[in-house]
């Protein structure tokens, strides 16, 4: 990578990092524990306990994200910043743009 391009991706990391970290805040109260002692009705409880499993499976998604995210900020200034974890070959800068918590080029994680 070229050091405009590392600068580039440094600073979307941060900005994703942010992101992810406000996204996942918000979710906080989604993923609460449903009160069988709330009087919201049968289907009502139903479709609460529905949306906190997708709430979860949002949380989930966004910590493996910044999982990714941390890792490659705690690279910034070593030489396996921008190289897959698995060939450590240089991975696509149009890719860590797109994707960067990714950690695997793309023929590494199509595996």
Not at 45 to 66: F, H, P, S, T, W
Request: proline fraction near 3%; include cysteine.
């Amino acid at each position: 990578m070229t050091t405009e391009e590392i600068r580039q991706f440094h600073e979307k990391l941060l900005k994703e990092k942010e992101k992810l970290q406000q996204k996942i805040a918000d979710m906080e109260t989604d993923v609460e524990p449903i009160s069988p002692e709330n009087s919201i009705g049968r289907i009502s409880r139903m479709d609460a306990i529905n949306n906190k499993g997708v709430a979860e499976y949002g949380m989930r998604q966004a910590k493996q994200r910044l999982n990714g995210i941390n890792a490659w900020l705690a690279k910034v200034d070593t030489d396996a910043f921008g190289k897959c974890v698995e060939c450590k070959n240089e991975i696509q800068f149009k890719r860590l743009m797109f994707m960067p918590y990714s950690l695997k080029c793309m023929r590494c994680a199509s595996r």
